[in-house]
């Protein structure tokens, strides 16, 4: 039996590059993050893969899972290198 290679010879990432395809969902909550800031008693910070590179990132707070309410929900829009382009609303630094 003889075996395929995963990838064609000459594909492999060389290190610098950025990564092709859209962007991961890790990529996007930190992306979010950084620009708002860690809030004060943060639980879990969703995000739901919309379509084309648009995201629904949904920042919760509480101190477990039944107390937990939405602090801030944002419609977000990323190109293809994974960089965010648009927010609604508009992602300003509110915590340290």
């Known amino acids: 039996m003889t075996q395929v290679p995963s990838k064609p010879r000459g594909e492999e ?4 590059d950025k990564p092709s395809g859209p962007p991961t969902p890790a990529a996007v909550r930190a992306a979010v993050l950084a620009g708002l800031g860690r809030p004060d008693g943060l639980f879990r910070v969703d995000v739901l893969s919309l379509w084309g590179g648009r995201f629904r990132v949904n920042v919760l ?7 937990t309410r939405i602090a801030h929900s944002f419609f977000v829009t990323t190109d293809e290198a994974g960089s965010i382009t648009a927010t609604c609303p508009a992602i300003t630094r509110l915590y340290a």
């Open 13 to 16: 990432p060389r290190p610098g």
């Open 61 to 67: 707070t509480g101190p477990d899972a039944t107390t």
